[in-house]
């Protein structure tokens, strides 16, 4: 038998259970396949629920503020995702009358719609036979493959996977690679006796299993240093909106590029359009890992007389509808506390 055939005969008895399988809906498959990029499994379901529950279709979505959908974001991480879900949605709502693109090549001209993406949906709703390359793909076929060559993305794999693809399933033959990867040809310790594709698998023939895939060397992550400043002007917070680039959309409350004392950082702010600044407590540090950077934050309360026209004086229940970033989940706890007083 073809490897495509006995990859989807171990599918068909023991793909896993998720919210998402089975559907056929565009709309239902973009939302879970925009959900999962970088993110486990687990953590998706609750998200996709919340989300189906709040916008059950794509003009409902289309319909909602911006900041509304990063607030039901929240906790998700990554959320360029999540505006270019709320931009794709219009696009599809508004210029499309509400119809998805029926091929790979059309869901890429959607906002946040990689390859990987297009071709994952392409696959699952229309049955086109295009590989949705992500790192457990990539991990599994290198290894049947024996790939000598260094991966700098999962799609370096393209033509090859190409051939392998089911023509008649494509769909469940991607959503089949995954779970393969996911459940049996793990990183490390790969299960090879309980493979469906062991015959197949030119590393496993080498006892070469973990040496697959060869990677391009990562590239260091960046670090950078913060101190956030919980300032407070009488009883209310302030907060402000970020601008477009990373966590744009998203809440944060006044930052300073560096870890300084506590009369640098009053200079600081006043040079940031604050006026009458105290810097009063000491906070405990908190440090943040992205994809690229890492932020090594210290944490400050402060006071003020006058502040920013971009600030926003909040109480505690204005603080909790505000989306903020997971990087400073420790600063929002910390100063929810002390609203509450």
């Known amino acids: 038998m073809s490897f495509a055939n006995d990859l989807l005969t171990w599918y068909d008895a023991n793909a896993r259970t998720l919210p998402w399988r089975g559907e056929r809906d565009p709309y239902r498959i973009w ?11 687990q953590t998706v379901k609750g998200y996709y629920a919340r989300f189906l529950e709040r916008f059950p279709d794509v003009f409902a979505l289309a319909a909602a503020d911006e900041e509304s959908v990063l607030k039901l974001w929240e906790g998700l991480g990554y959320y360029s995702r999540a505006r270019n879900l709320h931009a794709a949605a219009k696009a599809v709502a508004n210029g ?7 091929d790979a090549a059309g869901l890429r001209q959607l906002p946040g719609i990689g390859p990987y993406a ?4 392409a696959s699952i ?36 996977a190409t051939g392998l693809i089911s023509r008649e399933r494509p769909g469940d033959y991607n959503q089949a690679l995954m779970d393969l990867g996911a459940s049996v040809c793990l990183p490390k310790r790969p299960h090879c006796g309980d493979c469906p594709v062991a015959a197949h698998c030119e590393a496993l023939k ?7 895939p060869h990677k391009s060397a990562p590239v260091p992550k960046k670090e950078e240093d913060w101190s956030i400043l919980l300032v407070f002007a009488g009883d209310k917070l302030l907060a402000h909106r970020r601008p477009k680039g990373l966590l744009g959309g998203l809440y944060e409350f ?6 300084f004392d506590r009369a640098e950082l009053s200079d600081a702010l006043t040079r940031q359009g604050f006026g009458g ?3 009063l407590d000491r906070l405990p540090d908190a440090r943040h890992v992205f ?41 929002r706890g910390i100063a929810e506390e002390l609203i509450r007083g």
């Open 254 to 259: 006044a930052a300073v590029p560096g870890h």
């Open 96 to 102: 499309r009358d509400g119809a998805f693109p029926t």
């Open 277 to 279: 600044v105290r810097i």
């Open 31 to 41: 939302l879970s396949e925009i959900m999962l990029q970088q993110t486990q499994t």
């Open 118 to 121: 297009a071709n994952a949906i």
């Open 125 to 160: 709703a229309y049955g086109e036979p295009v590989p949705a390359l992500d790192g457990n793909q990539a991990r599994v076929l290198s290894r049947v493959l024996a790939w000598e060559e260094a991966l700098r993305t999962p799609f370096d794999l393209l033509e090859p």
């Open 291 to 331: 994809t690229h950077r890492v932020w090594r934050m210290r944490g400050w309360t402060a006071s003020c007389e006058s502040f920013p026209e971009d600030f926003l004086p909040v109480d505690s229940g204005a603080l909790a509808a505000l989306p903020f970033p997971s990087a400073l989940r420790v600063y």
């Open 206 to 212: 080498e006892e070469a299993q973990e040496d697959f």
